[in-house]
Structure formats: structure tokens, C-alpha cells
């Protein structure tokens, strides 16, 4: 039976709640709604803003949201859950705060056993991307998604699974009416050439398996203008990006994680194979002139898709290369 659980609620957590329909409450109504003074609202709304997401203040009127916002729900979330996913899932954990949710599954894992554990947060104050980067994770405004899954193989068998937890989350887009989403090797969500969303996958385990994996996803669902502004590469979010649509992080949470089950368990059984089809679809790179820089060299050449080993294919002027990892770079 899957297990729903609300961690760690800071004060500031009820304010957030008041002020989430995007109307102006002000200072007094809050302290009386939540039971709080009005020196304690004010250090709410200070951290609030902290976690990069603005509050404005207008006097005679109180504070306000930018826009309205939907927080996390479990019971949102479980609605949408299937039959499958709830029997597979067998925790799902949300936090309001965290500084990593792939970091807070491993230091939680406590059990072993096939079926999943899943965190989502709605900040992260240490979220991480590839090659140990910082993932920008502001306050309720993206999904920060991580899970726990055995796998019974040695880890050489997951060679590739980045690239089918991108096919499955690109499934799971589609499915809510977001079109236009590529894949960038080896994990990266692309959406009107910029980055989207991307996937940390961290492997523990003996050579000879079963091995702990931690799949970690993060998805712009709706930027704030001042994370755009500090992020210096190209973004983009699912609420700018598909015309100001108002989509649902509960929705798309359990749409993400009843995909994901069906489709774990089939790579475990087949590996990249049935992902191949819907990967060279949503492929953005194959063509292009590139540079894959790797640790301690890059290498330039034409990309020609991938192989069954979910490695990238490179014609260089040495010939022919198969790259299982590295950092692509667009010129």
C-alpha cells in the first residue's frame, strides 16, 4: 500500500498557503489567519523571498504573490496515481524544503526491495545538476522529482538509462498537452532551443548487482524573472513556453511517476532497445557539428544518433567514435 508523507513545514509554510491565490492579504489578516504576530508574518515573508520567490508589498493593501500558485497536494498527486504506480510506489514523500531530494533519498533509504521511494520538494536549497553544478530550484515554481528503485543487474546493464528516463518524461509531457520537447544527450529537456528540465541519475551497488539507483528530475515549470536573469545559459519553463498556460505540478507529478513505473520496469527487462524509436523522434542533435568535452579532453565531430548502449555517436576525422559520457556542446 503506498504510503503518503508531508515532512518538514516550516512557519513560513502557512503564509505561503495564504498568499498562494496571487490576492493581496495583508499583514494583519495573515497574523489573525494563522495565528501568528505580525513581527513573525514579516519574517515569513522574508523567507519567502529567500527562496527566490518575490512577495510584493504595496502599502494600505498588504502582500502579494506575483501570481497565483499551486503548492504541492499528496492527495492531488494520488489522485492521479493509477493502479500500477500506487502498487509499485511504496512511498511517496513531500517536502517543503530539502537541499537535495536525490541527497534526502539516500540518506533515507533505509530498506531494500523492488519497490520505489519517491521525494518532491517544493525548494531545494543544494539541488544538483551533472558534474556536481548547482540546479537553480526556486520556491513552488518547478518540479523537483527523485526516486529510489533496485535494479537486479550489475551497473554496466544501465548503461542508457538516462536517455529512456528522458523518452518517459517527454511521454509524460506529451500526454498533458506540452508538445515541441527534445532530448539533448545524455539527459537534458530541451523546449524552443533551451533548457528545459534535466535528469541526475547516481548508482550504488556491487558489480555484480542488484544496485540502489537514484533518479533525479528537474523541470522549469514557471521561472521567475529573477532566475532567469542570474541562470546563464538559455531556459526556458512549461508556463512561458506553451502560452501562459496555468499547468498543474500535482498533475504532471503523477502523470511523471506513472509513466516512469511502466517504463523502468521495461528497461530493466529490455534495456534502451524500446526507447530507441521515440529517442531518434525527439533527438536535437543528430546532424549538428558539436564538441563533447570530456574530463580531460573534447572531442569535435558530426553526431549520427545513438547506439543501443544509449552512447552517442560521433564521426570525427578519426572515424567513428562511441561516447558513453560527456558534455555536448552546441556552437
Known amino acids: 500500500m503506498l504510503n503518503l508523507v508531508m515532512l518538514n513545514t516550516p512557519s513560513w509554510l502557512d503564509t505561503l498557503r495564504k498568499l498562494s491565490d496571487g490576492h493581496f492579504h495583508s499583514g494583519h489578516d495573515l497574523a489573525r489567519q494563522t495565528g501568528k504576530s505580525r513581527s513573525a508574518i514579516w519574517k515569513h515573508i522574508r523567507a519567502i523571498r529567500m527562496r527566490n520567490l518575490d512577495v510584493y508589498a504595496v502599502h494600505g493593501r498588504g502582500y502579494r504573490l506575483e501570481s497565483a500558485i499551486e503548492?504541492?497536494?499528496k492527495h492531488k498527486i494520488r489522485k492521479v496515481l493509477d493502479a500500477k504506480a500506487s502498487k509499485q510506489i511504496a512511498e511517496l514523500t513531500i517536502l517543503a524544503e530539502v537541499d537535495s531530494t536525490?541527497?534526502?533519498l539516500k540518506r533515507n533509504n533505509h530498506a531494500r526491495g523492488s519497490r520505489m521511494k519517491v521525494c518532491i520538494a517544493e525548494y531545494q536549497s543544494a539541488g544538483k545538476g551533472r558534474q556536481g553544478r548547482n540546479w537553480e530550484s526556486p520556491l513552488a515554481a518547478n518540479l523537483y522529482i527523485s526516486l529510489l528503485r533496485q535494479f537486479d543487474c550489475s551497473p554496466s546493464?544501465?548503461?542508457?538509462?538516462?536517455?529512456?528516463?528522458?523518452?518517459?518524461?517527454v511521454r509524460s509531457l506529451e500526454s498533458q498537452g506540452v508538445r515541441g520537447v527534445?532530448?539533448?544527450w545524455p539527459n537534458d529537456l530541451w523546449l524552443k532551443q533551451a533548457k528545459l528540465g534535466g535528469i541526475l541519475v547516481e548508482i550504488a551497488g556491487e558489480s555484480d548487482g542488484p544496485v540502489q539507483v537514484v533518479i533525479g528530475?528537474?523541470?522549469?515549470?514557471?521561472?521567475?524573472?529573477?532566475?532567469?536573469?542570474k541562470i546563464t545559459?538559455?531556459?526556458?519553463?512549461l508556463h512561458s513556453e506553451t502560452g501562459g498556460q496555468n499547468m498543474s505540478r500535482n498533475s504532471i507529478a503523477g502523470t511523471i511517476l506513472n509513466r516512469l513505473v511502466v517504463d523502468l520496469a521495461q528497461f530493466e527487462a529490455k534495456s534502451f532497445k524500446p526507447f530507441m524509436k521515440d529517442w531518434r523522434r525527439l533527438d536535437i542533435l543528430t546532424g549538428k557539428h558539436v564538441n563533447v568535452s570530456q574530463a580531460k579532453h573534447s572531442i569535435k565531430g558530426r553526431v549520427e544518433g545513438v547506439n543501443g548502449a544509449g552512447a552517442l555517436i560521433l564521426k570525427t576525422s578519426q572515424g567513428h567514435?562511441?561516447?558513453?559520457?560527456?558534455?555536448?556542446?552546441?556552437?
Open 71 to 73: 503548492l504541492l497536494d
Open 102 to 104: 536525490n541527497a534526502w
Open 157 to 169: 546493464m544501465l548503461s542508457g538509462l538516462s536517455l529512456a528516463v528522458g523518452v518517459s518524461l
Open 182 to 184: 527534445g532530448l539533448k
Open 217 to 229: 528530475i528537474g523541470i522549469n515549470g514557471n521561472l521567475p524573472d529573477r532566475m532567469r536573469k
Open 233 to 237: 545559459r538559455a531556459v526556458s519553463d
Open 321 to 331: 567514435q562511441a561516447l558513453l559520457s560527456g558534455e555536448v556542446l552546441l556552437p
